[in-house]
Nanobody
Framework: VQLVESGGGLVQPGGSLRLACATS????????IGWFRQRPGKERERVSC????????EYADSVKGRFTISKDNSKNTVYLQMNSLKPEDTAVYYC?????????????????WGQGTQVTVSS
C-alpha cells in the first residue's frame, strides 16, 4: 500500500487548492480513505473521509461547506478540494487508508499513511 500526496503550497486567505493522493497496492473501494491534518502545535485531526461500507462522506465541522473529498477509481486517486481557505487551515495534510470494515475516521484507526503535503494560508 502506498499513498503519495501532492498539491500543497502557499495560498492567500479566501483562495483554493486541490490536494491529490495517488494510491497504489490496493482497491480504493475496499478501503476507508480520508484526509487528515496536523496544524502547528496541535495533534493530527480528521478533515474528511469516504466510507468503504457505503461510500458516505464525512467532514470535520471546521471544513464543512468549504472542502470536498472525492475519488477517481480509474486513476486510483483521492482528492480534497479546499475553497475559502483560512489561515487556521495551515497544516500538513495527510492522506490515510485502512481496509477494516468498521474503522472510524480518526487518525488512530487508519493503518496506512502518506508522507504529507504542506498547506500554508497566509497573505
Amino acid at each position: 500500500v502506498q499513498l503519495v500526496e501532492s498539491g500543497g503550497g502557499l495560498v492567500q486567505p479566501g483562495g483554493s487548492l486541490r490536494l491529490a493522493c495517488a494510491t497504489s497496492g490496493f482497491t480504493l473501494d475496499y478501503y476507508l480513505i480520508g484526509w487528515f491534518r496536523q496544524r502547528p502545535g496541535k495533534e493530527r485531526e480528521r478533515v474528511s473521509c469516504i466510507s468503504n461500507l457505503d461510500g458516505s462522506l464525512e467532514y470535520a465541522d471546521s471544513v464543512k461547506g468549504r472542502f470536498t473529498i472525492s475519488k477517481d477509481n480509474s486513476k486510483n486517486t483521492v482528492y480534497l478540494q479546499m475553497n475559502s481557505l483560512k489561515p487556521e487551515d495551515t497544516a500538513v495534510y495527510y492522506c490515510a487508508a485502512d481496509p477494516g470494515s468498521y474503522r472510524r475516521c480518526v487518525p488512530d484507526e487508519l493503518e496506512h499513511w502518506g508522507q504529507g503535503t504542506q498547506v500554508t494560508v497566509s497573505s
